[in-house]
């Protein structure tokens, strides 16, 4: 079952921005908030145009303290750790066979 993406009309980094400033009041909006939603964003692109265009270079976006996390065709969620490992789970997948249509795009502050 693959997905398609129809093309946004802009791109998703402006709609996230744009609704999000549409929402917040002038004194709720920083240059720290554009600054992470802008990180996040480009972090989402980067990462569904490698896992559809080189899904063997995904695994490079975790550490070996990462877990993915995965459901299963019976349902259940299988948890993946290791950079090997999650480079096997990734290739196992097929992403490469689908398409995925990004809608929007949730960030937060780190430190």
């Not at 145009?49 to 695994?59: A, D, E």
């Not at 459901?71 to 290791?82: A, C, K, L, Y």
């Amino acid at each position: 079952m693959a997905a398609t993406a129809a093309a946004p009309q802009q791109p998703v980094s402006a709609q996230v921005v744009q609704s999000q400033c549409a929402k917040a009041s002038p004194d709720d909006f920083s240059i720290s908030v554009i600054a992470y939603l802008g990180v996040g964003n480009a972090f989402v692109q980067q990462y569904y145009h490698i896992l559809h265009q080189s899904p063997g270079l995904v695994h490079r976006f975790y550490q070996d303290i990462s877990k993915l996390g995965r459901p299963e065709e019976d349902g259940s969620m299988s948890i993946t750790t290791t950079m090997d490992a999650i480079n096997s789970k990734i290739i196992s997948l097929n992403y490469d066979e689908f398409r995925a249509e990004i809608k929007s795009v949730d960030a937060q502050e780190s430190i």
